[in-house]
């Protein structure tokens, strides 16, 4: 008979797979957003870079305070307000031609991917909200 293994327990925000991804796709959006023109500095590119650092930023503040719930809750909704703001200014970055729509797909996909575990984290708040 097979033994279960404990799943290991995440004790920092750095080890959840949102974080990670949303981490990972901001740095990609950094990178890429070195080549807009230089007119767009202090629009497009400064806005694509942070919203898409906000993300990992509501959730360190999240999981921080996640002893509250509601708080946890709230900065979990901050973090999908915030993909969903990076994937408006990705539309427009491919409208404009600064990225290719084989890029924007791919970012927009990861964006999806986010939502899709902020919800289910945030269906799941108990289970993150128990501090033992």
């Known amino acids: 008979m097979e033994e279960k293994t404990k799943p290991k327990k995440i004790e ?9 991804l949303a981490f990972e796709t901001a740095m990609e959006i950094f990178v890429i957003t070195k080549k807009f023109p ?3 500095r202090y629009s497009l ?5 942070r919203s898409s650092r906000s993300i990992c930023a509501n959730l ?3 999981w921080r305070k996640r002893r509250y719930k509601a708080v946890f ?4 909704s901050d973090a999908a307000q915030e993909a969903a703001e990076t994937q408006t200014w990705l539309e ?3 409208a404009c031609h600064y990225i290719d729509q084989e ?6 996909t990861f ?3 986010i939502f899709a575990m902020l919800i289910g984290m945030e269906r799941k708040a108990d289970s993150f909200c128990r501090i033992s």
């Open 12 to 20: 920092t925000v750095r080890q959840l797979k949102v974080y990670k």
């Open 73 to 76: 809750i709230n900065k979990l």
């Open 111 to 113: 964006y999806e991917q």
């Open 92 to 94: 427009f970055s491919l």
């Open 38 to 40: 230089q007119d767009e």
């Open 60 to 62: 360190a503040e999240g």
């Open 45 to 49: 590119t400064d806005q694509i870079r």
């Open 103 to 108: 890029t924007f797909n791919r970012l927009d």
